[in-house]
């Protein structure tokens, strides 16, 4: 699932281009233009990167507390659990 359709799938689906979002964020990095969404999250890798054409959210342009999205489905380390995640096993996965 592309990080758009996880955030359509998540808050919904509007017809504005995320360029125009206020989430929307874009840096210069070694002569490269460089976009981000604030409510998926920001990170120093491609994998966060976000596109001027991509249509926006349910978020767009909304007040909002939801932050870190790409946490939702990646975690910042191995031994962290993902919300809603089972565990099988014991602690240590025996």
Same mark, same amino acid.
């Given at each position: 699932?592309?990080?758009?359709?996880?955030?359509?799938?998540?808050?919904?689906?509007?017809?504005?281009?995320?360029?125009?979002?206020?989430?929307?964020?874009?840096?210069?990095?070694?002569?490269?233009?460089? +976009?981000? !969404?604030?409510?998926? &999250?920001?990170?120093?890798? %491609?994998?966060?990167?976000? #596109? @001027?054409?991509? +249509?926006? !959210?349910?978020?767009? &342009?909304?007040?909002?507390? %939801?932050?870190?999205?790409? #946490? @939702?489905?990646?975690?910042?380390?191995?031994?962290?659990?993902?919300?809603?995640?089972?565990?099988?096993?014991?602690?240590?996965?025996?």
């Amino acid at each position: 699932m592309k990080k758009i359709e996880l955030m359509q799938s998540l808050f919904g689906k509007t017809n504005k281009p995320c360029v125009q979002c206020p989430h929307f964020v874009g840096f210069r990095i070694n002569n490269k233009n460089v +976009y981000k !969404c604030r409510i998926y &999250g920001e990170t120093n890798s %491609e994998a966060s990167d976000w #596109r @001027m054409s991509w +249509y926006g !959210c349910g978020l767009f &342009g909304k007040e909002t507390e %939801e932050r870190n999205i790409i #946490r @939702m489905v990646k975690p910042s380390n191995k031994n962290e659990q993902i919300p809603g995640q089972i565990m099988i096993g014991g602690e240590n996965g025996d």
